[in-house]
């Protein structure tokens, strides 16, 4: 049985970081695109980052490009999204996907077959 858990959320004041982190276990992640997806209230879900199964090559969304990072560890079989400037959009439920999307599906949530419950980020001073 798969299973895809999220930790690492709270809460943070704007200008604060956060690190979140994906753990999977009952299957080997190395041969799997892995993404972050988040959801506000009231939203839909959007697309976060995504790294390639190497973890040579990752994809930011224009709103968290440059302030986001996400890094993988197969041997641990676990990723990571270190987001720094939070800001009050980025308010929402994270959750970890894995798939096999290739670089030009990353975007898109259909090509995830596994998902996680998520974990809360609240940004508000």
């Known amino acids: 049985q798969v299973q895809v858990v999220e930790s690492g959320g709270g809460l943070v004041q704007p200008g604060g970081s956060l690190k979140l982190s994906c753990t999977v276990s009952?299957?080997?992640?190395?041969?799997?695109?892995m993404a972050w997806f988040r959801q506000a209230p009231g939203k839909e879900r959007e697309f976060v980052a995504a790294?390639?199964?190497?973890?040579?090559?990752?994809q930011y969304a224009s709103p968290v490009k440059g302030r986001f990072t996400m890094s993988r560890d197969n041997a641990k079989n676990m990723v990571d999204l270190q987001m720094n400037d939070l800001l009050p959009e980025d308010t929402a439920i994270y959750h970890c996907?894995?798939?096999?999307?290739?670089?030009?599906?990353?975007?898109?949530?259909?090509?995830?077959?596994?998902w996680g419950q998520g974990t809360q980020v609240t940004v508000s001073s």
């Open positions: 009952g299957l080997t992640i190395t041969t799997y695109a």
């Open positions: 790294i390639n199964r190497s973890g040579r090559y990752a």
């Open positions: 996907a894995l798939g096999n999307a290739l670089q030009v599906q990353f975007e898109m949530a259909r090509y995830y077959d596994y």
